[in-house]
């Protein structure tokens, strides 16, 4: 079992442009969840998908944007890169028929805005 | 959105001493509780849950913790710290995580 895996594991971008960011859930999970980790912070949820719906969001703008696929894969896209977005970003997947009471996390996508 | 505060950033313990991380939430619902543990320059890995039933949880490398309805509480213990122990701990009701606990074994 490969786990949750996240690609790239590194990304660089330019303040303004348009990023997009690759989960793949455990075997056997449905649920896909967002978060955003600052360096020396606690991970921020930003939203979670289900049945490729976004079913759940923290307090991110629109700037962040989400797509589930029927294969339960997920993808993070966030426009107009800010300094401020730079950060480690986080997949977890889960289970629905657990209620989603466990969650396992990638190791993460490292994102730098310059 | 749920809210957790995480009592002291930092934390710091003698090798085989009692670790206690506080924890507690704002709801008005219990919630699932969970505590995760980061080490350094890895993935968030699953300490313990809460979700219903038996209030006392034990999870994993000896760590557990109590969900106190009245007192809105799940404090993280562990009875003796090992050096390994030495890590960052996140108190999550649902998907919400605290701001987190670093936690420093002393030899």
């Known amino acids: 079992d490969a786990g949750v895996t996240q690609s790239p594991t590194h990304l660089i971008k330019t303040r303004g442009q348009q990023v997009t960011l690759r989960c793949s859930p455990k075997?056997?999970?449905?649920?896909v969840s967002w978060y955003q980790q600052a360096l020396g912070q606690g991970p921020q949820f930003i939203f979670q998908y289900y049945e490729e719906e976004e079913r759940q969001r923290g307090n991110f703008p629109d700037r962040f944007s989400g797509h589930q696929f029927p294969n339960y894969s997920s993808e993070l896209n966030v426009n107009a890169l800010l300094l401020g977005d730079s950060a480690l970003y986080l997949c977890?997947?889960?289970?629905?028929?657990?209620?989603?009471?466990?969650?396992?996390f990638g190791q993460g996508t490292r994102l730098t805005v310059v | 959105a749920q809210s957790v505060t995480q009592l002291g950033s930092h934390v710091s313990v003698s090798e085989g001493a009692l670790v206690l991380l506080r924890c507690n939430y704002s709801?008005?619902?219990?919630?699932?509780l969970f505590w995760y543990v980061q080490y350094p320059n890895q993935g968030l890995q699953l300490l313990l849950k809460?979700?219903?039933?038996?209030?006392l949880v034990k999870g994993i490398n000896g760590f557990e913790a109590e969900f106190k309805k009245s007192e809105t509480s799940f404090h993280l213990t562990k009875p003796s710290a090992h050096m390994s122990d030495a890590a960052e701990y996140f108190c999550v009701p649902r998907f919400y995580f605290g701001t987190g606990t670093s936690l420093t074994v002393i030899p």
């Open positions: 809460y979700t219903t039933g038996a209030t």
């Open positions: 075997s056997g999970h449905d649920t």
């Open positions: 977890a997947s889960s289970w629905i028929g657990a209620g989603n009471t466990e969650a396992f």
């Open positions: 709801s008005s619902v219990p919630p699932y």
